[in-house]
């Protein structure tokens, strides 16, 4: 897990996680990686097993529906396509 202060802009704020999570696809690109923000803090989350992201997502997705925070997002694990049309993870 990887925490991210986020800048005091929040209309910027989703596209800077998902940039953020495209850096460390960026870094190893067979990682599995989501991320929860909430105001102006991020957590990102990496891991190597599917079944860990799974649930790391599941409870991202479980907490970002209990939270009465206004500002939230989930961000979940984006395939890439590569061409030819395969997925890569």
Known sequence: MLYQHLPKTKHMH????????????????????????????????????????EEVTDLLGQYHAESSQKYKSVHPHQLRVRAGGDDAR
């Open 14 to 53: 989703e596209a800077y996680v998902e940039r953020k999570l495209e850096q460390v696809r960026g870094v190893d690109s067979s990682v599995y990686t989501c991320a929860y923000r909430e105001d102006d803090l991020a957590f990102l989350f990496v891991s190597k097993k599917e079944r860990i992201h």
